[in-house]
């Protein structure tokens, strides 16, 4: 028995391993610094890939024997590796020349990771994120500097922001971390949540989203890639920053030599917040106002989130398996209503949430070219809203008690603790098979189920506004999105093509509450949809380092927990909401010129949008809701230039304009003429840009220290806040020109071991806007120090 | 550079050519939108009524939000309800502008009280408060000069479905001054559920001024309470300084019950009592409702007004119904006061309600916002002919306030 089964074990894992012996190892300098984006090819076959941030990489599908590896990138003098395969293993580091002699144009360039993205038939924008990984930088501010993107911000850390891209905004453009979906995390888990070190790569869809990026998204995706390719790392990071703001985190992992992986994350921020602004300052006897610099004080925010996954990699049957648990919390501050002539004294939010994760890949699954992944989580939260006080406070922090609304908080019109409980499950699984090297089909899937119940220990007899009575009761949402697509490759690979087509279904269960005082009732209002989508993309090499694109989709997008239930305290719950579509056009022209050790990007692109019965916040007074109401049209243009010169000087300039406007001839309410039919949209910024040179001050080969400086530019235009044709222009509300600039010093010692640096955002203190009369920080420091140990 | 010449470009584009503001006969708070959205009101200057078309379109002086509007002195002020900020305009070179902002935490009455000040009533919102908030406003200042907290009514109380014993608020809906006395109309209110079952009388409390104090409270029990929620003007005072009180009796104006027909009644000038022989049983004799009105002369004034049949009707589905502007459910009307008759208008479509709904009256005319449901029009109503006249058309949805200039 015994022995026969030695040798069935045997038997099974050397099939499975036979024809896939994989090749790694590390590309550095000549001072032993990874170097990203180097080309790694098997001499002789198509078979190759890019080096990632540290330089790393791993050839797949190798057979045994002798075989010869081509290193190629620019900068770099092309070497070439003669290795005898054995098993799977990993070489000693290869060591690259830098190159003294000018590159042809002819000479294939090494392609970095974010290259190869930028070759898809995507309109997309690929961020390479090593520059700005030792910069101290936030996800959100890695994702200002891209044309088309506007953040906007209301205030300092942990404040709620609104991402715009090209004119599409909130829920419309949908993140993903490694693929998998960030709607359900909560707020506890978001994008400045994650550290810039774990990440390896953001890509920016605009527009047509892949199908692999199983979604609803009509705006676009963001898809930020973490890094999976480190077998072993401890990344500790500490900042300290004005505002008393604090933000820790130790991001680990272990990984055997048998495959088993460890990994173990948690962060931690801080931050008090208290910039000054002006505000208007009312007096508590007369109510005259006079304007004055005062200090925010009740806007403090603190998250904190544990992870920790376990699993195995490279196995037969997984790639990567990890199961895995996290943890958040975070309370924050309220300090203002939608403008700032509502302060706020006392109000918080509180948010807990515990999370359950699956992770599964297995490339070349039964068949070559077959891989499947499985991406799932379920989670259980908790979101407090805590709105009960009976005072008014002005911006000094003086305090009256309130003498009519007495039975009202701040923001809400009745007093509030409301309290809502959670659960949320989510199943993404993505089956590719790459038929031949010029065509390859996906499916995906993705499955959310989000429950919610409500309650308010004080709120039982609420007749109107935000109550809990509709909470009472389960409120549900049921998505289920199905996406094939076909991918071709043609005119030895000058032509790229892809098709694809989505089926979006949606079941919701709301309630709503109906009467007045104790006659009140509870409607159910059950909602479901089924709904088909479609779009081509293209793109064409018209010769070396030239391409153009053209895409077209029909995308439908299906309202979420936050526009159907509210967030308990701003934002109410809609019953009735439908689900957004749009019809977009893309077209875009990229070039990539290499003159030696100079290389320029140039990328252009026009968009051209259709969306119907778009979801869009409505503020009335404090509060606000989700309503189905504009059409509009949007236009844009964008124009992105990148210069880099032999790795040690960058610069880069993007501009985007884009109109948008009302496209509704009847008016929504009434059906008479809509009197602002083809008037420009309210409230949605114009016209913005970026600037940003990069400096290594210093590179010393010898002990591997650099120093870089870094400099960045925003610049927004001034937008009104109302309807940009009504009103004298002295009188109108606007949110205004907004120009400011920050820099940056970072220093990393021992090839990335030990990193420190210090930015300065705002250098020139000036004041700034991203929301109507919501002003943002003003000149700030920030110190962080990193150590990276592999 | 190539991009930077692209922006600059594209930015001269964006501005627009100011308009000019040249004829200021009148200023009007135009609503552009409906009031439930996220709606911009706009101070503008009128020249003409009749002809043309009235719009914001790049002038006028944009109001964040949702106002109530007033004029005292040569001052126009605009009441913010979303932004609790109360903001004075004055006219100058045909333009307005702002002389300064005071905050306040509510005021749902505002009425002249002298040359120097103006009052404005806090309404208790909400239950858990039922004091009336009396602010005395400086007219120059711009600020809050004294106040005075006062139930303006001794505690209502009902037992409701669950045998709980409930304290009604008493919302005001209309003051004036006559000479040292202060008038304040109110009705009974549930405060959080905003039940009225308390239908059955009309009151009036009567203060001192400028001290404040609680004299008493006058009542009426031959029709029900005066006024409702909004504003709307529901004091009509004529020539000899008599005033006139309207008891609306309109369930889609706010009211879960109705049990006096909609009545007129009357205080006479230098008096604190309604005047025993004098009240108009409106809804019995013309079968319709009055919404609120203003006074012209000779006994004539022009009124809002909702038969019985659509009140029924409207209240059924919402009981709010006559604030919908686009609700086309009221009518216009003259009222003879002396003579006790009621005219209708023929010339004025049925058309949608307002809150703090405007009248102008100048000439011996009246101008009212009339909003058929897709469109809105000023009209030029003749109280002597019972006639009206088309007037300008609103690029908007109505207009919240209109001032003679001049």
């Known amino acids: ?790 | 550079m190539l991009l930077l010449a692209i922006i600059s470009g594209l930015s001269a584009c964006t501005t627009d050519d100011e308009v000019d503001t040249a004829g200021a006969n009148y200023v009007m708070s135009l609503r552009t939108q409906n009031a439930n959205d996220e709606s911009a009101d706009y101070y503008i200057t009128v020249d003409d009524l009749l002809n043309g078309e009235i719009s914001a379109v790049g002038q006028g002086v944009e109001l964040i939000g949702w106002n109530y509007n007033a004029k005292f002195g040569d001052t126009y002020f605009a009441f913010g309800y979303d932004l609790n900020e109360c903001i004075g305009y004055k006219l100058q070179d045909g333009e307005l502008i702002s002389q300064g902002k005071f905050v306040f935490e509510r005021i749902d009455v505002m009425e002249p009280l002298d040359n120097d000040y103006f009052l404005g009533i806090g309404a208790p919102w909400g239950g858990g408060s039922y004091d009336c908030n009396l602010q005395v406003v400086s007219i120059d200042d711009i600020a809050i000069d004294h106040n005075a907290e006062h139930p303006i009514y001794e505690s209502f109380h009902y037992v409701d479905s669950l045998d709980q014993s409930v304290q009604l608020n008493a919302w005001p809906t209309g003051a004036y001054l006559d000479n040292d006395k202060l008038f304040v109309s109110f009705y009974p209110l549930h405060g959080t559920s905003w039940q009225t079952p308390n239908t059955d009388t009309a009151y009036v409390s009567v203060f001192s001024y400028p001290e404040l104090d609680y004299i008493k409270t006058i009542k009426d029990d031959r029709t029900g309470p005066i006024g409702y929620y909004g504003g709307s003007p529901v004091i009509l005072e004529n020539e000899g300084g008599d005033h006139f009180f309207v008891s609306t009796g309109c369930k889609a104006c706010g009211f879960t019950q109705v049990t006096k027909s909609s009545g007129i009644l009357k205080v006479n000038a230098g008096e604190t009592e309604f005047d025993p022989n004098y009240y108009f049983d409106v809804e019995g004799k013309t079968g319709y409702k009055v919404l609120s009105g203003t006074y012209v002369g000779n006994g004539l004034a022009v009124a809002r007004v909702i038969s019985t049949q659509l009140d029924d009707q409207a209240s059924a589905v919402n009981m709010w119904a006559t604030f919908s502007e686009v609700t086309p459910i009221l009518n216009a009307a003259v009222i003879d006061l002396n003579a006790e008759t009621l005219t209708i208008v023929e010339d004025v479509p049925l058309h949608g309600g307002q809150y703090k709904t405007p009248y102008l009256v100048e000439n011996g005319k009246v101008y009212i916002s009339v909003n058929t449901g897709t469109d809105a029009h000023v009209y030029e109503v003749d109280p002597a002919s019972a006639t009206a006249t088309k007037g300008a058309k609103l690029i908007g949805n109505q207009f919240q306030a209109l001032f003679a200039t001049k």
């Not at chain 1, 080096?51 to 024997?65: A, M, V």
């Open chain 1, 1 to 790: 028995m015994r022995p026969a089964f030695l040798f069935i074990l045997f038997f099974i894992s050397g099939t499975v391993v036979w024809g896939q012996m994989t090749l790694g190892g590390q590309v550095t300098d000549q001072s032993g610094v990874g170097i990203p984006g180097i080309t790694v090819q098997v001499k002789g076959t198509s078979n190759g890939v890019s080096t990632d941030i540290e330089g790393n990489f791993r050839l797949k599908n190798l057979s045994k024997g002798p075989l010869t590896l081509v290193f190629t990138g620019i900068g770099f003098q092309q070497q070439e590796l003669a290795v005898l395969l054995e098993n799977s293993s990993r070489i000693d580091p290869v060591k690259l020349k830098e190159s003294t002699t000018e590159l042809s144009a002819v000479q294939v360039v090494g392609k970095s990771e974010t290259a190869e993205i930028r070759e898809m038939p995507y309109s997309i924008t690929a961020i390479d994120v090593a520059p700005l990984k030792t910069q101290n930088l936030d996800v959100n501010q890695i994702l200002g500097t891209v044309s088309g993107v506007r953040i906007r911000e209301e205030g300092g850390l942990g404040s709620s922001f609104n991402f715009t891209l090209n004119g599409f905004s909130g829920n419309q453009v949908r993140f993903f971390i490694d693929g998998i979906p960030m709607d359900y995390f909560g707020s506890s888990l978001t994008l400045n949540n994650i550290p810039s070190n774990l990440i390896s790569n953001i890509e920016v869809y605009k527009g047509v989203v892949p199908v692999h990026l199983g979604s609803d998204a009509l705006g676009g995706a963001i898809n930020i890639t973490t890094n999976q390719n480190i077998r072993r790392f401890l990344d500790i990071s500490y900042s300290i920053g004005s505002f008393n703001t604090h933000r820790a985190s130790v991001v680990s992992r272990y990984t055997t030599n048998s495959g088993l992986r460890v990994n173990a994350n948690a962060f931690f921020n801080y931050s008090d917040n208290n910039y000054d602004i002006m505000a208007e300052v009312a007096n508590t006897e007369t109510g005259k106002v006079t304007e004055q610099e005062v200090e925010r004080f009740h806007d403090g925010y603190q998250s904190q989130t544990v992870q920790v996954e376990i699993g195995v990699t490279n196995k037969p049957y997984a790639d990567q398996l990890l199961v895995g648990v996290i943890g958040s919390s975070n309370y924050k501050e309220i300090q203002s209503g939608y403008n700032l002539t509502k302060v706020v004294g006392e109000a918080y939010t509180e948010d807990k949430a515990i999370l359950g994760t699956f992770k599964y890949k297995k490339s070349d699954l039964f068949l070559d070219g077959l891989t499947l992944t499985v991406n799932g989580f379920t989670k259980f939260g908790r979101i407090l809203t805590v709105d009960t006080s009976s005072y008014e406070y002005n911006w000094l922090g003086e305090r009256s008690r309130k003498k009519l609304g007495t039975t009202s908080g701040e923001i809400a019109w009745y007093k509030t603790q409301f309290r809502f409980d959670d659960k949320a499950s989510t199943a993404t699984s993505l089956l590719s098979y790459k038929i031949n090297e010029n065509q390859s089909v996906a499916i995906n899937n993705t499955f959310s189920y989000f429950y919610r119940i409500g309650s308010d220990p004080l709120g039982q007899s609420d007749p109107v506004g935000l109550s809990s009575v509709p909470f009472t009761e389960p409120n549900t949402l049921r998505k289920n999105i199905t996406g094939l697509s076909y991918s071709l490759k043609l005119l030895e690979d000058k032509l790229r093509m892809v098709g694809f087509g989505k089926m979006y279904y949606l079941h919701s269960v709301s309630r709503e509450e109906d009467g007045f005082g104790d006659q009140q009732e509870i409607n159910t209002i059950r909602k479901e949809s089924l709904t088909y989508g479609y779009g081509v993309g293209a793109t064409y090499f018209l010769f070396e380092g030239f391409q153009i694109k053209a895409s077209y989709e029909y995308a439908y997008r299906l309202p979420d927990v936050l526009e159907l239930f509210g967030n308990g305290l701003q934002v109410e719950p809609n019953a009735h909401l439908d689900s957004e579509h749009s019809q977009n056009y893309n077209f875009g022209v990229l070039s990539q010129q290499t003159w030696g050790k100079h290389q320029l990007m140039t990328e252009a692109s026009f968009l051209y949008r259709l969306p119907k019965n778009m979801i869009r916040n409505y503020a009335v007074g404090n509060t606000s809701n989700y309503l189905n109401l504009v059409d509009t049209k949007v236009t844009g243009y964008e124009l992105n230039l990148r210069y880099d010169y032999n790795r040690k000087i960058n610069a880069s300039i993007n501009g985007t304009y884009q109109p948008i406007v009302n496209t509704q001839k009847t008016d929504p309410v009434s059906g008479g003429t809509n009197y602002l039919y083809l008037s420009q949209i309210p409230n949605e910024p114009i016209l913005f840009g970026n600037a940003q040179a990069g400096y290594t001050i210093l590179n010393n080969t010898q002990t591997s220290n650099k120093l870089f400086a870094n400099w960045t530019t925003s610049f927004v235009e001034a937008f009104y806040l109302k309807w940009p044709a009504y009103g004298g222009k002295s009188s109108k509300a606007d949110i205004p020109r907004q120009l400011s600039h920050s820099i940056s010093l970072s220093y990393s010692m021992k090839g990335g071991k030990y990193n420190a640096s210090l930015s300065c955002t705002n250098i020139f203190d000036a004041v700034l806007f991203d929301n109507f009369m919501l002003q943002k920080p003003g000149r700030a420091f920030s110190l962080k120090l990193n150590y990276f140990l592999d």
